[in-house]
Each structure stands twice: as structure tokens, then as C-alpha cells.
């Protein structure tokens, strides 16, 4: 039988495997890691990535084959880090209006199209 055969064992009062605290609440650990890896420079065969005279970093590195990668869905979320979300509002012609039409009635729509 190959493992740890006390783990088959079941709980008994101050058994130190029961985890009293839960889950870890937040993530901020791996953020902290992530963000970490995301500065480190870029290294292949041995070297540095240099891009204009400077290292390339992970996250430069993601960033920039998210630009040129020709995936439409990619190169949004490019745009959309570079520049904020993406506007996913309908909006009608004239002077900026916007409608939330899930909240008009059958008639309102009707004035709104014979407008």
C-alpha cells in the first residue's frame, strides 16, 4: 500500500490535519508571486530578451504578443489593458443618448423607432 497510511486514519480532537482556519480568504500571496514574475526580465538561451535597448519583461512580453498575435480576442484585451474596457453600451444617433431598453415599456420602444 504506497502513501501515508496515518491519513487514513479518521479525525480525533486536536488531530493536526483538520484545517481550523478554512481556505485561504484572499489571494494576496500569489498576486505577490505573480506580480514578481510579471518584473522579471525575459531570458532565452542564456540571455536577456533586449527590445529598443532595454530587457523585456514577462509582462511586456505578454503584452506584446497579445498586440501582434492576430487573435481578435488577444489583441482586445491589449486594447482594453492599454486603453480601459471596451464600451459594450448601445448607443443611439443624436446627441450622445443612451437607452437601457430592457426597462422601457412596448410603447416607449414604439416612440423611440417612430422618432
Not at 35 to 54: F, L, M, T
Not at 72 to 90: C, H, M, Q, W, Y
Amino acid at each position: 500500500m504506497a502513501g501515508n497510511v496515518s491519513n487514513l486514519k479518521p479525525f480525533v480532537k486536536g488531530d493536526p490535519r483538520i484545517n481550523r482556519k478554512g481556505r485561504p480568504k484572499s489571494f494576496d500571496a500569489l498576486r505577490a508571486l505573480a506580480v514578481a514574475i510579471a518584473h522579471e526580465p525575459v531570458v532565452v538561451d542564456g540571455g536577456p530578451v533586449v527590445v529598443d535597448g532595454h530587457a523585456v519583461t514577462v509582462a511586456e512580453n505578454i503584452l506584446r504578443r497579445w498586440a501582434l498575435s492576430g487573435d481578435t480576442t488577444s489583441e482586445a484585451r491589449f486594447v482594453e489593458t492599454a486603453f480601459g474596457k471596451i464600451p459594450n453600451e448601445l448607443q443611439l444617433s443624436g446627441a450622445n443618448v443612451r437607452v437601457d431598453v430592457t426597462t422601457l415599456s412596448d410603447e416607449e420602444l414604439r416612440a423611440i423607432v417612430d422618432a
